[in-house]
Nanobody, 116 residues
Framework: QVQLVESGGGLVQPGGSLRLSCAAS????????MAWYRQAPGKQRELVAT???????NYADSVKGRFTISRDITKNTAYLQMNSLKPEDTAVYYC??????????WGQGTQVTVSS
């Protein structure tokens, strides 16, 4: 079993920054990918950013140029640096990982609120 623990969410003013962290622990043979999703009230969960084992990253068009996903392989941790935050970025942000065994896991989510 694998556990994902997210941290770093909170309330920030428009234009501000936040950094989310996602630490994976448990029976980890190898991590293929780590990703951040978000879900706003009344909306479907959407993919925000992904980083795979070779370091390749992908972003939703809505966050390109503002968000950066990174990872620390030694700590099995992924980060999401969010800059120039907008009210429409308000959502619960979820971490997701897919292992090399192809099992996948979700974190519990962390709330990000962008408001003045």
């Amino acid at each position: 079993q694998v556990q994902l623990v997210e941290s770093g969410g909170g309330l920030v003013q428009p234009g501000g920054s936040l950094r989310l962290s996602c630490a994976a622990s448990g029976s980890i043979v190898g991590i293929y990918s780590m990703a951040w999703y978000r879900q706003a009230p009344g909306k479907q969960r959407e993919l925000v950013a992904t980083i795979i084992s070779d370091g390749t990253t992908n972003y939703a068009d809505s966050v390109k140029g503002r968000f950066t996903i990174s990872r620390d392989i030694t700590k099995n941790t992924a980060y999401l640096q969010m800059n120039s935050l907008k009210p429409e970025d308000t959502a619960v942000y979820y971490c997701h990982t897919r292992l090399t065994t192809w099992s996948s896991y979700w974190g519990q989510g962390t709330q990000v609120t962008v408001s003045s």
